[in-house]
């Protein structure tokens, strides 16, 4: 099981930005896709990002294509969503995932604790 410890959630203006950290287990260099995912209030969660730690594979919905970017350091363990322009809509609570190179790009295993994110109008 990969331990996954998310960072970076808070509050901010709508037009603002935040990034997200995510620090996984040592083990999980070149054997898991990361992604990020998020959930509001009263909905199911929903995809936003993932890569692989060889940074291909990478892919973005829809609605953050332009304004989220993920990237990782391989040496500190550790995968970023920056977020840019953010609308209130983008409030939610964000979730780090890992997922094994061996099984399909959608399927994660492993969870974060979530982060909260809240962009004021």
């Known amino acids: 099981q990969v331990q996954l410890v998310e960072s970076g959630g808070g509050l901010v203006q709508a037009g603002g930005s935040l990034r997200l950290s995510c620090v996984a287990s040592?083990?999980?260099?070149?054997?898991?896709?990361m992604g990020w995912f998020r959930q509001a209030p009263g909905k199911e969660r929903e995809f936003v990002a993932r890569?692989?730690?060889?940074?291909?594979?990478?892919y973005y919905a829809d609605f953050v294509k332009g304004r989220f970017a993920i990237s990782r350091d391989n040496a500190k363990n550790t995968v970023y969503l920056q977020m840019n322009s953010l609308k209130p809509e983008d409030t939610a609570v964000y979730y780090c995932?890992?997922?094994?190179?061996?099984?399909?790009?959608?399927?994660?295993?492993?969870w974060g604790q979530g982060t909260q994110v809240t962009v004021s109008s």
């Open positions: 040592e083990h999980t260099l070149s054997t898991f896709r």
């Open positions: 890569t692989t730690w060889s940074g291909g594979g990478t």
């Open positions: 995932a890992a997922g094994p190179v061996t099984m399909a790009a959608s399927e994660f295993t492993s």
